[in-house]
């Protein structure tokens, strides 16, 4: 096996980062640690020859030098600067949401407006528990085999777990409902184009763990935001585990710089009768990759995947879905839908297993594509695998450009033509946007839809 | 206010207008009236700066302007409005949007303040009442899933909010009940007075009781073969075109 520059040059942080460990270096956490840095470096990072990563090219990543950031005091640089200000048009109003923040990947107290919570409830920093309860931590990281976020098979995950902690810890106990919204604001920073020509610009790599009870009900919004414009990589893991019968609500907006790099995973595993839904707002980075990945493991689920991307210039956003109905009588349903400009370029995957047993499986997918450039690109690939019989599945994927006959009607009203593209644009979205639960998000999208193609 | 010369007006090398002459001062109300395929829709359309079709020659000037150099929203700034015989649906976005955007792109062009929300749903809410629908009605998506004689309606509405000054009607009295038609006619009814000016596209006379129109004009085949007042429309409701046809053949051989 060949070992590249690159993947030494991650093997030696990750040996500064055990130096940095102290006592953690004997927690059952590192043990996975050290079993998924070996397998990082077996792996390297994946090449367009894999089959799940052909469209997305991802050597912009391997040819540049990411530094780890591993501490809460090295965090603390980026962060010296860094004011509630900075951020404040990425907040959401503080009366109404959790607000905890993460700052390059390590949470911080100072930006954080966390509410009282209700008893047993807790959401905050994963550091904590990886320092007070490291076994039960444990028994929930699915980093086995067999979990797309295990660290078998995709370098990216393996290189998140190596360098595992911190990030969100959620935990719902039975029975509770969460009123107030958690908003989990990471913020992503790197220097100045000027002070980075020697420096390796960040990587951060927050590992998230959000863990329901029974019968119990939350919201969440991650985000994932650049005060400015600088490069950076986020390389985060998102770990939901959904008991039975309980409600999720969940949101992913990614609305980094241009100039970041984004791989982000999200994998969950719902339990019986459960119900989850997911909204995933794409509108930044240079190049993002956003995988999902649902595991019906037991009867009765539902699940519903919303998802928007908004790209331009020579932003590359991919989206891969994944839904595993392993269980009988479970429903999915899935809509994607793009709006691609310049020469930008998208990717949606979107697969659903039918594993033999789960009979009355219903499972349904659209990706809709609005291409607003003759230069921006989209592969949309369905991908239904199913080995049951009495199921109810479908698939439909389009390609489209804006119309000429509403653009007509509006200017025919007196709307330029720009304004007319812009609200036909808008209406394209709509219907993703009129599934938002969360008001403060819908009118944030509402703002960003209409002033990004607005002028 | 608009006077038409000679214009000729091509789709993909197929010549549809071959030569219309129409003068229309304010004040006035002109009827046109013709046989499907005449070009009743390509001369509507064309007042409204559709760019799919080709004027060859010919001018159009509106109120001493260039009108064919204008772009679409320009002439609706300038007061051209055109109700479409075949509304368009936009599905995702409320009536009320769409008009807020319309009538504030024309507010600000005539130097006007634009309006807030609160002050547009006031608005809106007092030119409802001439078409008689219920408020609901603009949070409803722009046409979609509405019945034919909504969309005429709507179309209606559309123009009591943003008062033009020429307003051309292509077909908007077609496939209404007789209530429907009442609401319709008293719409344009409320726009008529000495400033404006109206075009009637339309089959049928019907319309006409309410609406009397000072000229009625016939086109076929893409020229104006006859003008006369109100009561040629109503030779035309009982005869057919078949006698002008015959009758222009006869002037021409
Ligand atoms: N976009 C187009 N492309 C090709 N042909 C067209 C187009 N628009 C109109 N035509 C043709 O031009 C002719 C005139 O059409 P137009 O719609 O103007 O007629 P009209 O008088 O409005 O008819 P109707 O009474 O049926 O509405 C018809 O033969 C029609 O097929
Ligand atoms: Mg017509």
Known sequence: MRVTKNQEWYLSNFQAFEKNLDGDQASPIHK??????????????????????????????????????????EAARWLLPLTIQAIRRFTLEETGYHRIVFVNGYYSRELSYPHPLAKDVQIGSLATVIEKDPTTLTRYLSVGVGFPSSYEDNGFTALNTAFIRDGAFVYIPDGVIVEVPIHLLFVGIGDSEAASVDKAPPLSQPRNLIITGKNSQVALIESYVSPTHSSYFTNTITE??????????????????????????VQVRQGRSSNF??????????????????????????????????????????????????????????????????????????????????????????????????????????????????????????????????????????????????????????????????????????????????? | ???????????????????????????????????????KSTLAQVLAGRETYQVTSGEVLYEGKDLLKM??????????????????????????????????????????????AMEFLTLAKQKLKIVEMDPSFLNR?????????????????QMAILEPKLAILDETDSGLDIDALKIVANGINKLRSKDNAIILVTHYQRLLNYVI?????????????????????????????????????????
């Open chain 1, 32 to 73: 996975i640690r050290k079993t998924a840095i070996s397998r990082f470096v077996e792996l390297g990072f994946p090449t367009i020859h894999d089959e799940e990563w052909k469209y997305t090219d991802v050597s912009p990543i391997v040819e540049r030098t990411f530094k780890p950031t591993f501490a809460e005091a």
């Open chain 1, 240 to 265: 939901v585990v959904i008991g039975e019968n309980s409600v999720v609500d969940y949101y992913k907006l990614q609305y980094e710089s241009l100039e970041a790099f984004h791989i982000g995973t």
């Open chain 1, 277 to 455: 839904s997911s909204h995933s707002l794409s509108f930044g980075g240079k190049l993002v990759r956003n995988n999902i990945t649902v595991v019906f493991e037991a009867e009765g689920g539902e699940c519903t995947l919303n998802g928007l991307y908004v790209v331009a210039d020579r932003q590359h956003v991919d989206n891969h879905t994944m839904i595993d109905h392993a269980k009988p009588h479970c429903t999915s349903n899935e809509l994607y839908k793009g709006i691609l400009d310049g020469k930008s370029r998208g990717v949606f995957n979107g697969k659903i297993l039918v594993r033999p047993n789960a009979q009355k499986t219903n499972a349904h997918q659209t990706n809709k594509n609005l291409l607003l450039s003759d230069e921006a690109l989209i592969d949309t690939k369905p991908q239904l695998e199913i080995f049951a019989n009495d199921v109810k599945c479908s698939h439909g994927a389009t390609i489209g450009q804006l119309e000429e006959d509403p653009i007509f009607y509006l200017r025919s009203r007196g709307v330029d033509r720009e304004m007319a593209r812009t609200i036909l644009t808008y209406a394209f979205a709509s219907d993703i946007i009129s599934r938002i639960k969360l008001e403060a998000v819908r009118t944030d999208i509402d703002r960003r839809l209409l002033s990004r193609f607005g002028k």
């Open chain 2, 1 to 39: 206010m608009l006077k038409i010369r000679d214009l000729r007006v091509a789709v993909e090398d197929k010549e549809i207008l071959k030569g219309i002459n129409l003068e229309v001062n304010a004040g006035e109300v002109h009827a046109i009236m013709g046989p499907n395929g005449s070009g």
């Open chain 2, 71 to 116: 772009p679409p929203e320009e002439r609706a700034r300038e007061g051209i409005f055109l109700a479409f015989q075949y509304p368009i649906e936009i599905p995702g976005i409320s009536n009320s949007y769409f008009l807020k955007a319309a009538l504030n792109a024309i507010r600000k062009h005539k130097g006007l303040e634009e309006l807030d």
């Open chain 2, 141 to 157: 998506p722009v046409n979609e899933g509405f019945s034919g004689g909504e969309k005429k309606r709507n179309e209606i509405f």
């Open chain 2, 213 to 253: 129109p000072d000229y009625v004009h016939v086109l076929f085949d893409g020229r104006i073969i006859k003008s006369g007042g109100k009561e040629l429309a109503l030779e035309l409701e009982e005869k057919g075109y078949d006698w002008i046809k015959e009758e222009v053949e006869t002037v021409r051989s």
